[in-house]
């Protein structure tokens, strides 16, 4: 029988993986080659922007642009103000989005992109400081930037050496790890992110409360100390709950029956409809303040195996009842 040769094989015989892995290889050095060279400019950027009044304004073109627009989406959203800037739209009218409280951080590989540089007279006439990033501090932009951040003479791993690769790589992270500086100088916090954020599932873990979701479901079947079982199914089934909270004449809570004790009880005896509620609730149930986060809802009921939760206000009146459905379908 011949021999069977698989896909991954083939990819290997073709070199594809070998390829891949030069590239990755490549692209990893000069990160870590950068790490070992950066320094005291880099400490002076952070602290231009740590005392900037306004914004950070970053430009450049091509794929230095694209690298830009990332860097810029990254600080926006970790704390430091920013915004992008095209270079061909500033010499047509967007340079009025700079102010001399700005600090632009202006990008170009080889450090003499004719865009960038030609913004150069208008931004320093403006007033504002200029961080440039490039491979070649004695380039024009290095010149004429206020502090020059220089990424290294980097080899692209396109074996052409034409198509920005590491390059562009290696300005990725060293955005990034000027950001998380940034980040970290201003002691951004998790519910800081979460406030930019509110569409992700950070956002609706440290925003959301149980109040949030009581506004959406409305449920809370309370059954009164002396009713029957029968009477607290009536009311499971008409608020769509496998639960009721047991309340006493004050309105305060006693305990929570549900479905799942009353299927118990059937167990032990025929007279279970006609049980007392406070012979077969939960005296001790798990509850939770309307104030809490919705996280700490959805933690605390699948830390106790609860379906369902009782809210509580600080008097211990039961004000809701919430489904673990109702926490997931939120997201959470």
């Known amino acids: 029988m011949p021999n069977m040769i698989t896909s991954t094989q083939v990819l290997t015989d073709k070199g594809y993986l070998k390829s891949m892995r030069e590239v ?21 950027a952070i602290e231009l922007i740590l005392q900037c009044e306004g914004r950070v304004v970053i430009t450049g073109i091509g794929k230095s ?19 992008f800037l095209h270079p061909s739209e500033g010499l047509h009218g967007d340079l009025g989005m700079v102010t001399r409280h700005d600090v632009v951080i202006a990008i ?12 150069i007279p208008s931004i320093k006439k403006i007033g504002a400081k200029i961080i440039g990033i490039s491979k070649n501090s004695q380039s024009t932009l290095g010149l004429k930037s206020d502090i020059v951040l220089n990424i290294g003479n980097v080899k692209e791993a396109c074996p052409l050496g034409l198509a920005p690769t590491t390059s562009t790589t290696v300005t990725l992270a060293l955005g990034d790890a000027l950001a998380i500086a940034l980040l970290e100088a201003r002691k951004f916090q998790p519910e800081d992110f979460a406030l930019y954020h509110p569409a992700g599932s950070l956002g609706r873990k440290l925003l959301l409360t149980v109040n949030d979701v009581v506004q959406n479901t409305r449920k809370n079947p309370i059954v009164l100390t002396g009713e029957t079982v029968k009477d607290a199914l009536f009311q499971m089934t008409a608020q769509g709950m496998g639960a009721a909270t047991i309340v006493d004449e004050q309105g305060f809570m006693v305990g929570i029956l549900t479905d799942g004790d009353i299927r118990r009880a059937f167990a032990l005896t025929d007279n279970v409809l006609t049980t007392k509620v406070e012979d077969l609730c939960n005296l001790t149930p798990v509850i939770i303040k309307d104030g809490a986060l919705a996280a700490e809802a959805l933690e605390l009921m699948e ?27 939120l997201g959470l």
């Open 24 to 44: 990755l290889e490549k692209e990893a050095q000069a990160i870590l080659d950068l790490s070992d060279s950066i320094g005291h400019s880099m400490e002076e």
């Open 65 to 83: 642009g694209i690298i830009g627009r990332k860097i810029n989406a990254t600080m926006a959203s970790t704390g430091t103000p920013s915004l």
């Open 108 to 119: 170009s590989n080889s450090g003499e992109s004719e865009e960038v540089i030609n913004l």
């Open 303 to 329: 830390d106790k195996k609860v379906n369902v939760l009782p809210v509580v206000d600080e008097m211990k009146r039961p004000i809701a009842m919430i489904h673990l459905y109702d926490l997931m379908n």
